[in-house]
């Protein structure tokens, strides 16, 4: 390559590249180029990239700019870069993205953990009097995990079950159950939403796909491209997961059991709407940083209430 100084033209005795790029050339050449590309936020996810590529961590790159950079890394650099170019989101190619200051595993069958969605954990863990309790918790379309093994984390004694339509995405959740220490007080089945589950949750936590069918051409390439359309898209009006999945709730609940449900911005109304018809009288929306109601907390409707 080019400006970057990716070229491959050869190599000096110690391995650098001919012509000698520095880390802090190729971190400022990178960085100007997904700018170019429309990456936002270009030169604190260049110094993800390359940190990735050069095996060191970012801080590294930005103290150490006058480091030599070896061809094997430029061009490890390159492929890496290349697919950021191509709007594939940084968690997918560094294959990892924190949640709930846990590392979890991303791969092609799971949505990228989203900092809104540790709302729903905030909002459950706030409502919870006693953390020592052995709590139920359930996670309807767990993805890679991360609302179940987060509230675990933060649930000693809590045993937990997370459910997903994607087998395959099953199969994330449970590296990183193992991985962040609570695979051994969860597991994970294939389902839809609770068909079969036995009742007796006390939480239960839920992130539906929520985008209408129409919205998805004007999402970002990131998320329209390259993450997997059934964790995303939910019908005309992106309200048919909820309108499924919300009536069954009540059944498998505890006396006194919480229900957390992600929103996407502007259907609050909507959603607790359907909450009600569900059978839930008490609810409560939560907001997120930007003061966005993200989470509609739902208690079942009994005053046996024990948490
Ligand atoms: C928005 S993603 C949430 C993933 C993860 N819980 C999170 O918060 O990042 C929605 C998830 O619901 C799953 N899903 C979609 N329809 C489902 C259904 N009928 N039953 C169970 N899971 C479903 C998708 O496969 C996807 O993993």
């Known amino acids: 390559m080019t400006q970057a100084g990716m070229t491959q033209s050869g190599m000096t005795q110690s391995g650098t590249a001919q012509g000698g790029m520095s880390q802090g050339e190729v971190l400022e050449a990178t960085a100007r180029r997904l700018a170019g590309a ?40 390159e492929t890496l870069v290349a697919r950021r170019i191509g709007r594939e989101p940084l968690a997918r190619i560094l294959g990892r993205r924190e949640f709930w200051s846990h590392e ?33 918790v359930l996670d309807l379309g767990t993805g890679g995990g991360c ?41 994970f089945v294939a389902g839809n939403w609770c068909a079969g589950l036995a009742p007796g949750w006390d939480l239960v936590v839920c992130n539906p796909p929520y985008i209408a069918d129409h919205e998805i051409v004007g999402l970002e390439p990131e ?8 964790a995303l898209v939910a019908g005309a009006d992106g309200l048919a997961a909820y309108r499924s999945m919300l009536p069954q709730v009540p059944r498998i609940l505890a006396p006194g059991g919480r229900l957390a449900v992600e929103l996407g911005s502007g259907q609050a109304d909507a959603v607790s709407s359907l909450a009600r018809q569900a059978g839930f009288k008490r609810l409560e929306l939560c907001p997120d940083l930007a003061g966005i109601s993200r989470c509609l907390l739902a208690v079942s409707d009994d005053t046996r209430g024990k948490l």
């Open 104 to 136: 979890f595993k991303v791969t092609a069958d799971t949505l990228v953990p989203r900092p809104d969605s540790e709302t729903l954990i905030e909002s459950l863990l706030r409502d919870i009097g006693d953390r020592q309790s052995p709590l139920r």
């Open 38 to 77: 429309g990456v936002d936020a270009a030169r604190r996810e260049s110094r993800h990239l390359l940190a990735a590529a050069f095996g060191v961590g970012p801080e590294t790159l930005l103290a150490f700019p006058e480091r030599q950079v070896t061809v094997s890394q430029l061009c490890h650099a």
């Open 223 to 230: 998320v329209r491209c390259h993450e997997p359309r059934a």
């Open 147 to 187: 609302l179940l093994i987060a509230l675990l984390s933060e649930l000693p004694r809590a045993r937990g079950l997370g459910v997903d339509i994607s087998v395959a995405a099953l199969a994330v959740a449970r590296d990183n159950a193992r991985a962040i220490g609570v695979g051994d007080r969860c597991f």
